[in-house]
């Protein structure tokens, strides 16, 4: 099932989830944008240090990110072609905004490093009485992210409920992070032996 969503206006600054999360993304380490469209989410990682892969099926809005410091992109068609990255191509922070393809759930858990941390914020179901998306296609259903992510990856904040700035709408949002790795002791590179990891949460 195809499944795209986006605002009718594109918004141009980030979104307040990802800034609000975005301190637990390991410094410096690579960003995936997916469904970058004008590269809001790529820029705003990319001035904070994070060599940052926009993909997109754009070629117009990729262009815009030419010669962004930080910033490479990728034309790939994510819902009518195969998934664009390589099995080694991984990374500490995916972000997915306003964008829903359900097939693709897996690679995003699998492009992420160990520790890596998914960003998703999209638009869940309720958003039809506010305006587009209004497709159930287009929407996630009561609980979707966390039944997706079950299993595979920790989850550090959900929300699924209304907001009204950008505009009103009804999302679901989660910050999830990827197990860590293990190092020669057993212990993870996140804990200190005595305690199983913890993250930063800001109100």
């Known amino acids: 099932m195809i499944a795209m969503s986006a605002a009718p206006t594109p918004p141009t600054t980030a979104s307040a989830w990802i800034e609000q999360w975005s301190h637990l993304v390991e410094q410096g380490g690579a960003v995936l944008d997916v469904a970058s469209g004008n590269g809001r989410h790529a820029r705003?990682?990319?001035?904070?240090?994070?060599?940052?892969?926009?993909?997109?099926?754009?070629?117009?809005?990729?262009?815009?990110?030419?010669?962004?410091?930080?910033?490479?992109?990728?034309?790939?068609d994510l819902e009518n072609a195969g998934w664009p990255l390589r099995e080694d191509e991984k990374f500490a922070a995916?972000?997915?905004?306003?964008?829903?393809?359900?097939?693709?759930?897996?690679?995003?858990?699998?492009?992420?490093?160990?520790?890596?941390?998914?960003?998703?914020?999209?638009?869940?179901?309720?958003?039809?009485?506010?305006g587009k998306p209004s497709n159930p296609a287009f929407l996630l259903n009561r609980g979707e992210l966390l039944e997706a992510v079950h299993g595979r990856l920790r989850v550090i904040a959900y929300q699924d409920g209304f907001i009204n700035v950008p505009r009103a709408s009804c999302v679901q949002r989660i910050c999830a992070a990827a197990p860590a790795r293990s190092t020669p002791t057993g212990l993870t590179e996140r804990n200190n032996g005595s305690n199983p990891d913890r993250y930063v949460l800001q109100g």
């Open 94 to 130: 995916v972000v997915v905004t306003n964008y829903l393809h359900r097939p693709l759930f897996p690679y995003l858990f699998d492009a992420l490093a160990p520790g890596g941390v998914l960003l998703y914020e999209t638009f869940a179901v309720g958003n039809e009485r506010f």
């Open 44 to 76: 705003y990682f990319a001035l904070r240090g994070h060599p940052v892969l926009a993909l997109d099926r754009d070629e117009t809005a990729l262009a815009s990110l030419a010669g962004v410091q930080h910033v490479s992109t990728r034309c790939a």
